[in-house]
């Protein structure tokens, strides 16, 4: 760990200690919610630029979005990505981004808290309960009611899939609300949804009819990941003999990452944008994904292409993807056979995505 990795490290330590006790015991405590139509401002609080992680946040976003009908979203995240993965979501009004580097753009720094706290909402969300600068978000907006993102155990005993980063928050959420006096729901949480237009995925089937100049079904790898989570070149290069001789009626293609790198050295063909929605467009007209744990994993399963991630050192219970016959495998203890037992039930069962049923 490099001494910037410690640094960082040591100040969020500190900063989830002086925080953590925020909205604790909860300031809102016993208000009841009468009318749902009430709610017409609400801020969503998940301050993080990662492809991965805010494409993770818009089963929360569609779940507010569906309890609130007549409200507006702001988000306040970190980055430029928000604006781009949101694009298509009507109701997510205004996209409050911090500097990535705020010491090197201290005022835009402060002029973020500062429009946070002008502006009235009537709810304020919390995604991820460690998440310092969330809890601050919350505590400093000037909302009727504020939600801090907190674990609800009895949550945890009764669903099984509650450790999934993109549910939780939306479990927890539910869970706050009945204690304003709503209806408890059992509805199943929506996918990730990068929400592509039916003009994205013309362009995405002309890229890919471009690329392979056939009409065989399509197989997208991602054969790169950061860190520890990145599979060897010979993991890859057996991987990909082994699809490439039992899938020889499928195209196969790559999805290569913003750094242009393979890790079976380019063999298969090639697809490469800096443009995320326009990557989605392609992974949307294809029948199966393969990839590690990684946003680009996470794009794929929100443009409902079914997923296979490949997981090696991370929780796969928080991040494997999810719907439309997605599944998360364990490298460690996945065989040959597994992985093509694995791939045929989805090619042979699965559901086509929803945008190639709409490019059909």
């Not at 013309?202 to 054969?223: E, M, Y």
């Not at 063999?267 to 929605?277: G, L, V």
């Amino acid at each position: 760990m490099s001494v910037l990795s410690k640094i960082n490290h040591y100040r969020r330590g500190v900063m989830r200690n002086l925080t953590k006790n925020i909205g604790k015991p909860k300031s809102d405590q016993g208000i009841t919610l009468v009318d749902k139509s009430e709610i017409k401002r609400v801020l969503i609080c998940r301050p993080n630029g990662r492809l991965g992680n805010l494409l993770l946040i818009t089963p929360l976003v569609q779940e507010v979005i569906e309890i609130f009908p007549n409200c507006k979203v702001d988000l306040f995240v970190k980055g430029t990505l928000a604006p781009i993965i949101f694009e298509n979501y009507e109701s997510v009004n205004k996209i409050i981004d911090l500097p990535k580097k705020p010491f090197k753009s201290l005022l835009k720094y402060l002029n973020v808290w500062i429009s946070i706290k002008q502006q009235k909402y009537d709810v304020a969300i919390n995604v991820d309960q460690n998440s310092s600068s969330g809890r601050l978000a919350v505590q400093f907006s000037n909302a009727k009611y504020k939600f801090y993102g907190d674990l609800i155990e009895e949550s945890q005993l009764v669903k099984n899939d509650y450790d999934h980063i993109a549910k939780y928050p939306v479990y927890n959420f539910r869970y706050y609300l009945t204690k304003l006096g709503l209806a408890k729901t059992k509805k199943i949480v929506a996918p990730i949804d990068l929400k592509l237009s039916s003009s994205e995925i013309a362009q995405g089937k002309n890229i890919l009819n471009d690329l392979v100049h056939n009409s065989k079904r399509t197989i997208c790898i991602f054969t790169y990941a950061t860190g520890a989570k990145c599979l060897s070149e010979d993991w890859w290069e057996n991987f990909y003999s082994q699809l490439t001789e039992a899938y020889k009626d499928y195209n196969i293609i790559e999805i290569l990452p913003v750094e242009n790198v393979s890790q079976i050295a380019f063999k298969a063909p090639t697809f490469y944008s800096k443009d995320i929605r326009e990557i989605g467009s392609v992974i949307a007209n294809s029948d199966l994904f393969i990839g590690a744990d990684s946003g680009i994993m996470h794009l794929a399963s929100a443009v409902q292409t079914p997923t296979i991630g490949l997981f090696s050192v991370s929780n796969m219970k928080k991040y494997e993807p999810y719907d439309n016959c997605s599944v998360g495998v364990d490298v460690n203890l996945y065989t040959k056979k597994d992985y093509l037992n694995t791939i045929n039930s989805i090619l042979n069962n699965g559901k086509l995505s929803i945008y190639s049923k709409r490019a059909i």
